[in-house]
C-alpha cells in the first residue's frame, strides 16, 4: 500500500475514535467527485453524495461514546487513480452513560474504494457489513 493511501486509510479510523467531523469530513473525496461518494454503515441503506455521508458520521459520532478499531486481514489493490482496501474491523465500543460501563464487542467486514484526488487518495465509497455470530467449528 503506498504510504498515502495507507495515512487515508489510517486517518479515516483515527477521524472515527476521535469523533472529529473536521478530520472525518477530509478523508472523503470532494469535488467532482462528491455526489459519487457513497456509505453503507452496516444495517443501512446506502447513502449517496458527500453532505448525506457526512451527515450520517455526525450523527454516528455525536451518538459513540467511546470506539475503538483493530483491524486485520487489510487487504490493498491500487489501479491507477483508484483503490480497493478491505479488512475486517474487530470493534470495541464502551457508553459511560450506563452504570456498568457497557462493553460491546463485534467484526465488520468492510470495503473501501478510494479515488486519487488532487494527488491524495481519498475516501469514494466505504461499505461495512457485520459478521454475525461465526458457527464455530467443532
Known sequence: MSKDLDETHAE???????????RMSAVWAGGPHAAAVSC????WDMLR???EVL??????????????????DVETDVYGDHA?????E????????????????GSIVATKIFVRDGGEW?????????ILNPVEEE
Not at 472515527?16 to 473536521?22: H, I, K
Not at 453503507?40 to 444495517?43: A, I, R, Y
Open 84 to 88: 480497493v482496501v478491505t479488512c475486517k
Open 12 to 22: 479515516f479510523y483515527a477521524a472515527f475514535e476521535a469523533g472529529d467531523l473536521d
Open 122 to 130: 481519498r475516501l469514494l465509497l466505504h461499505h461495512g457489513s457485520p
Open 49 to 51: 453524495g458527500r453532505e
Open 90 to 105: 474487530n470493534v470495541l465500543t464502551a457508553d459511560e452513560d450506563t452504570e456498568t460501563g457497557f462493553l460491546a464487542a
Open 40 to 43: 453503507v454503515h452496516p444495517g
Open 55 to 72: 451527515r450520517s458520521w455526525a450523527l454516528i459520532m455525536a451518538n459513540t461514546t467511546y470506539i475503538q478499531f483493530v483491524l486485520t
